[in-house]
């Protein structure tokens, strides 16, 4: 019995030992890397070699088939062409990622064939941790609510890794709502109106933003609307003392609050309303015009705007003060002087004018043409040879014929024109 127990305490020792003498890659922890977007991420590898073996060919990549890097006979290590400037590697065989991004995340693989033919691969998963981003709300059933309804559900949803929670702010945030971080829900029950007002929701997960990211990316805030009906009206006189004939009378009717403003109805108990009247449903008001004795009554005033009950209120004129039909008003235009053109003097004065134009144009070119007459009558000026000195005659054409031709010269005088 005892060499039986002896044989197998020295098989479990010798398997044990074989074990250990396995050639294997190695991951440090439970295989999961966390690191911040644009920070470096190391992926650790490590081995357990037999002895006298030796790493034969080594290949990393992203899966499934980014190749990322390999080394041979541990040689140098080659980095592929996409991934150059981006990886380098650490320790025995680790891999160095630098400002990683989103798409970086995914699993690793490293791939090892030892000496002695035997091989093994193992794998890492990169989480690549950022902040909250495109936070959003919304309601159910919606921001506009009434008076006492059950309920009002706002969620909050944003992106980021890990998965943000969420806190509710407000200023007329009801001390009895209900939040939860984790699924970005607010719970308003038993609506009141003092419920209306800004909702703020902020998603937090621990990561820090990059430098230039919007912080407005972490929050939203969205109104929420409660609607009531009005519970009181009150109806004001205007004039307040006594009602005289043939006078005018507005009655104004009021509500405390609502929420979308009331509308008002107008109408006379036991009775219609005086033919001669104004009503306003908007601005609440009645005028009676002329009062005449038959306006005496109760007026009711009914306001309304579709939520709840309508409320009422009531006015009563009892009496109507006689009185003399004033005498119809008159408006005298004040007087005022304004010299007025007969049509024919103006068109008189612009035919004048136009004449005068004509007349002024005329003497000009008048003048203009005596001017040039007279240049050229005095450079023709002069004194011009005859023979009617040397002949006898009567008369210039007789001398001429009997003059001699050898009349001497004339002296010519000469004039200067300036």
């Not at 390999?70 to 025995?92: H, M, Q």
């Not at 068109?347 to 240049?375: Q, Y």
Request: proline fraction near 7%; charged fraction near 20%.
């Amino acid at each position: 019995m005892d060499t039986m127990r002896l044989a197998v305490v020295l098989v479990t020792i010798c398997a044990a030992g074989f074990s250990a003498a396995q050639n294997a890659i190695t991951l440090p922890d439970d295989g999961t890397t966390r690191t911040n977007l644009g920070d470096d991420s190391i992926l650790e590898y490590g081995y357990t070699t037999s002895e006298g073996s030796t790493m034969l060919f080594e290949v990393w990549k992203k899966m499934p088939s980014s190749g990322i890097a390999n080394k041979a006979n541990n040689g140098s290590f080659n980095i592929f062409a996409a991934w150059r400037g981006r990886a380098e590697p650490v320790g025995e065989a680790s891999l160095k990622l630098f400002s990683v991004t989103k798409d970086d995340a995914g699993q690793y693989q490293l791939s090892t064939t030892f000496s002695d033919g035997t091989s093994d691969s193992k794998e890492r998963t990169l989480i690549v941790q950022f902040a909250p981003e495109d936070t959003t709300v919304t309601a159910t059933p919606g921001l506009i609510a009434k008076e006492n309804d059950a309920q009002v559900v706002l969620t909050c949803q944003a992106g980021g890794i890990p998965a943000p929670t969420y806190t509710w702010t407000g200023p007329n945030l009801p001390s009895d709502a209900a939040q939860d971080p984790n699924t970005g829900t607010l719970t308003i029950t038993n609506i009141q109106r003092g419920a209306a007002g800004q909702y703020t929701c902020t998603a937090d997960n621990g990561t820090p933003q990059l430098p230039g990211d919007d912080p407005n990316a972490l929050t939203n805030s969205v109104n929420l609307q409660v609607q009531y009906g009005p519970s009181s009206a009150t109806i004001t006189r205007d004039p307040a003392d006594t009602v005289v004939q043939w006078s005018t009378v507005t009655l104004s009717c009021a509500v405390d609050t609502a929420n979308p403003p009331a509308t008002y109805t107008w109408s006379r108990v036991n009775g219609s309303l005086p033919t001669n009247t104004d009503e306003d449903k908007v601005a609440g008001t009645l005028r009676l015009k002329s009062v005449q004795p038959d306006a005496v009554g109760t007026y009711q005033c009914s306001a309304s705007n579709g939520i709840g009950d309508p409320v009422m209120a009531m006015h009563v004129i009892d009496q109507v003060e006689e009185a003399t039909k004033p005498p119809p008003t008159t408006t005298t235009k004040p007087v005022t002087t304004e010299k007025v053109v007969p049509p024919q003097a103006q068109e008189g004065s612009a035919d004048g004018a136009v004449i005068a134009g004509v007349v002024a144009v005329l003497v000009f070119v008048i003048l203009v043409a005596a001017f040039m007459l007279g240049r050229y009558l005095a450079r023709h000026k002069g004194d011009y040879k005859t023979n009617e000195e040397k002949g006898d005659g009567e008369d210039a054409d007789t001398a001429l014929q009997n003059g001699d031709p050898n009349h001497p010269a004339v002296k010519k005088n000469k004039e200067w024109f300036i």
